[in-house]
C-alpha cells in the first residue's frame, strides 16, 4: 500500500466471523472485477484466519489482511495468532481495536497499541480502530472518547505508510445508520488535528470511515474531507456490493 502526500484512498473489507472455503468464490469474483475496471484506490480484504492462505492464493492481485493479532510472536497463547503467522501466509495488514474486539474481549487501548507494534515489527500495515458507542455520543463525549483512543491505541514509531486510523461509530456498525457527513466530517478533523500535533507527518495519516457503508451512500461518506477511504464490514461479503462502493472512487 502506498499513502503519500496525496493520501491514496483505501477501501479496506473486513469479513469478521464470516466465510467458509466457498467464500472465495466472491474473492475470484471481485479480482475478475478489479480486473476489468481497475480501483483508483488501494484494496484490502480481511477474511477469517482460517481463509488467509487460501485468498492469497485465490486472488493473488488482491492484497489480504488479518483482523487481529496477539502481541507477542509466539508461545503458549491458546487460540491467538500472532503478526509473525499472518505474514507467514501471505497477509500484509491487520486490523486491530474493531470495537468487536475492544467490546466481546476487553481490549484496552495498551493492549491495541502493543497489538498494532506487533504488526509494525513485521512488517504489517495497521489498521487501528477507534469509535464511539451511542451513550458516549449522546453525552457530547466523542471527540475526546476518540482522541483518547487515537493517543492510547497509536503505536510508538507510527508513520503514515505503515498506520490508517478507522474512525467507525460503535453505534453504526452493522445496524444500517450512519453519522451525517458533517459529523463525519467533525471527528475527522479532529483526528487529523491531532495526528498533525502529535506525529511527523501526520498529515498524511490516512483515516477511513466504517459503519454501515454501502454502495448507495459510499460516495458521500468517502467524499467527505478528512476521509481517506472506508473499512467495510457486511457490504464486503458480496463482490458486487465491495465493488459498488470502489465505485465511489472510479
Ligand atoms: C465493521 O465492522 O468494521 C463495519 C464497518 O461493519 P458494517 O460495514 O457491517 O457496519
Not at 487460540?79 to 474493531?98: K, Q, R
Not at 453505534?171 to 500535533?197: F, K, M, N, Y
Not at 457503508?213 to 461479503?237: C, F, R, T, W, Y
Not at 459498488?244 to 472510479?250: E, K, M, P, S, V
Request: charged share 20%; with cysteine.
Amino acid at each position: 500500500m502506498t499513502a503519500g502526500q496525496s493520501r491514496t484512498p483505501l477501501v479496506a473489507g473486513n469479513w469478521k466471523m464470516n466465510g467458509l472455503s466457498s467464500a472465495l468464490a466472491e474473492l475470484r469474483a471481485l479480482s475478475d472485477r478489479l480486473q476489468a475496471s481497475p480501483a483508483p484506490c488501494d484494496i484490502l480484504v480481511c477474511p477469517p484466519f482460517t481463509l488467509i492462505a487460501a485468498a492469497c492464493q485465490a486472488a493473488p492481485q488482491t492484497p489480504i489482511g488479518g483482523q487481529d493479532c496477539h502481541p507477542n510472536a509466539s508461545g503458549a497463547h491458546t487460540g491467538d495468532i500472532s503478526a509473525e503467522m499472518l505474514v507467514d501466509c501471505g497477509a500484509t495488514a491487520v486490523i486491530v481495536g474493531h470495537s468487536e474486539r475492544r467490546t466481546d474481549h476487553g481490549e484496552t487501548d495498551a493492549l491495541v497499541k502493543s497489538k498494532a507494534e506487533a504488526g509494525l515489527s513485521q512488517g504489517l500495515t495497521v489498521i487501528v480502530c477507534v469509535g464511539e458507542t451511542e451513550a458516549e455520543r449522546d453525552a457530547g463525549k466523542t471527540l475526546d472518547v476518540i482522541a483518547g483512543q487515537v493517543r492510547g491505541s497509536m503505536p510508538a514509531d507510527a508513520t503514515p505508510d505503515k498506520v490508517i486510523i478507522a474512525y467507525e461509530p460503535v453505534w453504526a456498525i452493522g445496524t444500517g445508520r450512519t453519522p451525517s457527513v458533517a459529523d463525519v466530517e467533525d471527528v475527522h478533523g479532529s483526528i487529523r488535528a491531532l495526528l498533525r500535533q502529535t506525529l511527523t507527518n501526520g498529515a498524511n495519516m490516512r483515516i477511513l470511515y466504517g459503519g454501515s457503508v454501502k454502495p448507495a451512500n459510499a460516495s458521500e461518506l468517502m467524499h467527505a474531507a478528512d476521509v481517506d477511504g472506508a473499512l467495510i464490514g457486511g457490504a464486503s461479503l458480496k463482490a458486487v456490493d465491495f465493488d459498488g462502493i470502489i465505485d465511489a472512487y472510479r
